[in-house]
């Protein structure tokens, strides 16, 4: 990784604008993945606010694949109920979502919080165990693209400029992006100016921290975007919300202003601020880019779309992007056709769209006051039902296909090794290869034969089965993996991000008997995987 900027032109691979939640899984996973790339941020200092301050199940395992899954867990925690006082008397007690207990396909059923900042400084260490840093203080002031590269010109903190050659650029650079602007991309939607809101990170006195504490204006329930007072997991703050009244004048935003405003929603020193330690005055912006690829450029995260924080959709969102495009751009850089890129847009611009919709139905929701505006109980929102059927690198090929399908998340399912200790499908998931599950004795024989540097085969069986040489053996102790694929005899291709590319049915002799007919079937199977491959990787 270059640092000389004295005016020659550096080379990478893949250059990252912005060290927010999207800049940061993106780098993790191209470190993960030897691939070169620089990551630079504008700021001097990492992000000091909670702002996205909730993980939806998804993240929480994409988090998991990255290897900060306990990290997340010890430093966050579950949300809590919700009380809204009147007079100083609690008026109503209830929650966003009830929590679910986790089941053996979904780990992490819950929202889960944790601070921005957090999530953050979390990354950021991650990245540095991979050896890597973020360069603070550098901005991408411009850029221009040819057949061969992208050459950005970068500004650091002594104002000097560096010229990078880069064989991809991704604009990680939030809704204000300097890249989507510079490519004049469409940024259709709207930003609200009568919809003000402020947001603060605060410590307080004469308040528990057990309640997500919430205090309406008027008599209309606790729907009506109350003031809100949220303790923020595994820290001594919390997050002070108060959308704003159309014609409200707002001042600088002080101790003195907030404790005004909570004094007037709470009534006068019931609860008492003692200091502010992140602000921020915003508007609701509802926008989406047009197209997320320009040739060598990429928009991921919020400079590709931005959304209300009702929903707590746009940090989920954006990381998600990172999480698709990372393994991508890894794979071209080791020979896969170049072609794979392109399916980037093609899946995510569908979920942004239809996650955009969500979060303005419940932004909308909570402006009119409806009664049941605080529910996240909708499913979409845990983000683990959205997938990429209709993506052309999804290949259903199976007569008769389960409920998980090409496209869809692949579930989790506990098991065990061949030397009896407890191992979970989401474990065989981790590394960076995609992983061939070859579900009964036929099927794991033949992913054991398709193995190879760039495919990791497993093979699901039942208990005391053997394993084929070749593939990693998951004994399906109590038929979880069963149950949750219901595969039949098949093979399941899970990508790099976990969602199912491809699902062939392998051959059975327990349909005609004919023990050429299920070689013909098993050679047809073979050779999809291995075109498949072919598109993934640029080897099959
Ligand atoms: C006020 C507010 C409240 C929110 N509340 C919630 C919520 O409750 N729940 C939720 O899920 N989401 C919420 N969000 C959204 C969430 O914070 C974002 O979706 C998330 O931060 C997006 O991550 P990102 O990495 O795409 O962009 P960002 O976090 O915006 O990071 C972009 C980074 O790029 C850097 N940058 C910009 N230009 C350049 C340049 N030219 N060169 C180098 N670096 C540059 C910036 O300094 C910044 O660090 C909220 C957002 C806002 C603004």
Request: proline share 7%.
């Amino acid at each position: 990784m270059s640092t000389d900027h004295s005016g020659t032109v550096g080379s990478t691979g893949v250059l990252i604008v912005g060290a927010g939640p999207a800049g940061l899984v993106l780098a993790v996973e191209l470190a993960r993945r030897g691939v070169r790339y620089r990551l630079v941020e504008r700021d001097a200092l990492p992000f000091a606010g909670a702002r996205g301050k909730g993980l939806q199940p998804r993240t929480q395992e994409l988090f998991e694949q990255l290897g900060v899954g306990e990290r997340v867990r010890a430093h966050g925690g579950p949300y809590p109920a919700i009380r809204a006082y009147q007079g100083g008397q609690v008026v109503w007690e209830g929650r966003m979502d009830e929590p679910r207990e986790p089941t053996p396909d979904v780990p992490y059923p819950n929202a889960w919080m944790l601070p921005q900042w957090r999530t953050g400084e979390i990354l950021r260490e991650r990245l540095a165990e991979l050896g890597g840093t973020v360069g603070f203080g550098t901005a991408l002031v411009s850029f221009s693209q040819d057949a061969g590269a992208v050459t950005a010109v970068l500004r650091h903190p002594d104002g000097t400029e560096e010229r990078l050659r880069a064989d991809y650029l991704v604009g990680a650079d939030g809704g204000r992006s300097t890249v989507r602007r510079a490519l004049g991309t469409g940024f259709a939607g709207e930003t609200r100016e009568e919809q003000r809101m402020v947001l603060a990170d605060v410590r307080a006195e004469g308040v528990d921290r057990e309640y997500w504490h919430t205090w309406p204006n008027s008599e209309s329930g606790p729907s009506a975007f109350p003031l809100a007072l949220c303790p923020l997991a595994g820290t001594d703050t919390f997050q002070l919300f108060q959308p704003l009244a159309t014609d409200a004048e707002v001042p600088e935003i002080t101790l003195p202003y907030l404790q005004q405003m909570l004094d007037h929603a709470a009534g006068p020193g019931r609860v008492r601020l003692t200091e502010v330690i992140w602000s921020s005055l915003f508007r609701a912006n509802i926008r989406m880019a047009e197209r997320f690829r320009e040739g060598r450029v990429f928009l991921v995260g919020d400079a590709a779309h931005v959304h209300s924080p009702a929903g707590g959709q746009g940090l989920n969102t954006s990381v998600q992007d990172a999480w698709n495009l990372g393994w991508k751009l890894a794979a071209v850089a080791s020979g896969a056709p170049a072609a794979l890129l392109d399916s980037y847009q093609d899946e995510r611009l569908p979920v942004a769209a239809r996650v955009l919709g969500i979060s303005t139905a419940l932004h909308d929701k909570g402006f009119a006051g409806e009664e049941d505006a605080h529910r996240r109980d909708d499913p979409e929102l845990h983000q683990l039902n959205l997938g990429y059927r209709d993506s052309a690198l999804s290949r259903e090929l199976r007569a008769a296909p389960g409920p998980v399908r090409a496209g869809d998340r692949a579930p989790d399912a506990p098991g065990t090794a061949p030397d009896g200790t407890p191992v979970r499908l989401f474990e065989l998931f981790t590394g960076v290869q995609p992983v061939l599950l070859g579900f009964g004795p036929r099927a794991a024989r033949l992913a054991a034969e398709l193995a190879g540097p760039r495919l990791r085969a497993v093979a699901v069986l039942d208990p005391g089965q053997p394993v084929p040489a070749g593939a990693s053996g998951f004994a399906d102790t109590d038929g979880h993996a069963a149950r949750a694929y219901q595969a039949g005899d098949a093979l399941l291709l899970v990508r790099p991000d976990g969602y199912l590319g491809l699902a062939t049915d392998t051959g059975d002799t327990g349909d005609t008997g004919d023990v050429d007919d299920v070689d013909d079937v098993d050679d047809k199977a073979a050779d999809q995987v291995r075109d498949y491959l072919g598109t993934i990787t640029g080897q099959s």
